[in-house]
T-cell receptor, first 114, second 109 residues
């Protein structure tokens, strides 16, 4: 069954700690995205990758880092530099980052501060 | 700047029809998407419009007017399971999605 898997579903971060959110897809999609969703706001783009071994900053990349070493995987690290990390994080993929194909989403990771 | 506007919340009755509006101002236009998102879950794709007019998919229809920067999502024969947030997103000239804050739809029996 093809889809996008995010883990964990819930994550707690201590002050000064880096945490990594996992995103795996078996849809053979070239493009992958990380969004942050806060109450009352639209989804905001953190990072995106249109092809393996390449990624670009989105609108709110500060305090986050990513890698794209495999087509299937696009992990997001929330670093201690991100001072307000509490949010719902959504990973998405699409067939291509250069087309008008819809993005498909994972079930999200809810990150909270301890 | 880029801006997507949609109402924050709407209430409708089971079995009725509801129209959720979306207006946009973006740099370039490569289509408009509607997604449904139940609380705490992933957004799921509903519809895509790139040309003016109405696209119908079962109980859901979506309309686009590019000259007015306007779209709406029409939901017919409302069911309780339609209670969710509905997200409007415009794809800009760089193929990036610009998202509205979403409209929370409450369905009452």
């Amino acid at each position: 069954d093809g889809g996008i898997t995010q883990s964990p579903k819930y994550l707690f971060r201590k002050e000064g700690q880096n945490v990594t959110l996992s995103c795996e897809q078996n849809l053979n999609h070239d493009a992958m995205y990380w969004y942050r969703q806060d109450p009352g706001q639209g989804l905001r783009l953190i990072y995106y990758s249109q092809i393996v071994n390449d990624f670009q900053k989105g609108d709110i990349a500060e305090g986050y880092s990513v890698s794209r070493e495999k087509k299937e995987s696009f992990p997001l690290t929330v670093t201690s530099a991100q001072k307000n990390p509490t949010a719902f994080y959504l990973c998405a993929s699409s067939i291509s980052g250069y087309s008008n194909q819809p993005q498909h989403f994972g079930d999200g990771t809810r990150l909270s501060i301890l | 700047g880029q801006n997507i506007d949609q109402p924050t919340e709407m209430t409708a009755t089971e079995g009725a029809i509801v129209q959720i509006n979306c207006t946009y101002q973006t740099s370039g236009f490569n289509g408009l998407f509607w997604y449904q998102q139940h609380a705490g879950e992933a957004p799921t794709f509903l519809s895509y419009n790139v040309l003016d007019g109405l696209e119908e998919k079962g109980r859901f229809s979506s309309f686009l007017s590019r000259s007015k920067g306007y779209s709406y999502l029409l939901l017919k024969e409302l069911q309780m399971k339609d209670s969710a947030s509905y997200l409007c997103a415009v794809m800009d000239s760089n193929y990036q999605l610009i998202w509205g804050a979403g409209t929370k739809l409450i369905i009452k029996p």
